[in-house]
């Protein structure tokens, strides 16, 4: 098994290497207008992002257990126009 480690600042665009597999991901769930969606271990919330934007009725609930990890993730949202609480 290889692991390869990324910085934070490499980290957002380190899943482009991987063909768009966020929102393929995204893509393939069963979704439907009004789900409460939830992702654990969310980090920076990149996922949760992808799978926000689906539909502008579902809402997101990511869980970190960094601080750091929750108020990046917040960035992440609202660095977008989207709404965190």
Do not use: C, H, W
């Amino acid at each position: 098994m290889t692991e390869e480690y990324v910085t934070n600042p490499e980290y957002e665009t380190y899943f482009q290497k991987l063909s768009g597999l966020r929102p393929r991901i995204a893509k393939d769930l069963p979704i439907k207008p009004g789900m409460r969606i939830l992702d654990v271990a969310t980090g920076e919330a990149f996922f949760a992002l992808e799978v926000a934007r689906r539909d502008s009725t579902l809402k997101v609930t990511g869980i970190e257990i960094t601080q750091s990890g929750i108020r990046d993730s917040k960035k992440t949202f609202e660095g977008r126009g989207l709404t965190t609480v």
